[in-house]
Nanobody
Framework: QVQLVESGGGLVQAGGSLRLSCAAS????????MGWFRQAPGKEREFVAA????????DYADSVKGRFTISRDNAKNTVYLQMNGLRPEDTAVYHC?????????????????????WGQGTQVTVSS
């Protein structure tokens, strides 16, 4: 059974940092593109960042570019999201996700329906 499990969320003041982790089990995602999405109350789920299977290519939403960094450790089957300079508008549940098929993607899939596997999410709350 495929599982993606996020961790690392919490409450932080504006300007602070958090590092989210997404651990995969039940299948190796080493050859899968991985993405991070977030969903705030009353809003649609939105793309945050994605990383190619090799880690050589990354893509970010404009709202987080320059503040967030996505990375991966394929030996640990884990993807990370380093979040710096957090703002109250970053408050949301953050989910990691993987598409149905392994391999390269161009352009970067940025819509939730393009992803097959999802974690349960981790809450990030940024206070002003």
């Amino acid at each position: 059974q495929v599982q993606l499990v996020e961790s690392g969320g919490g409450l932080v003041q504006a300007g602070g940092s958090l590092r989210l982790s997404c651990a995969a089990s039940g299948r190796t995602f080493n050859n899968y593109l991985m993405g991070w999405f977030r969903q705030a109350p009353g809003k649609e789920r939105e793309f945050v960042a994605a990383i190619s299977w090799s880690g050589g290519s990354t893509d970010y939403a404009d709202s987080v570019k320059g503040r967030f960094t996505i990375s991966r450790d394929n030996a640990k089957n884990t993807v990370y999201l380093q979040m710096n300079g957090l703002r109250p508008e970053d408050t949301a549940v953050y989910h990691c996700a993987a598409p149905r098929n392994a391999g390269n993607y161009y352009p970067t899939p940025k819509r939730p329906f393009e992803y097959e596997y999802w974690g349960q999410g981790t809450q990030v709350t940024v206070s002003s």
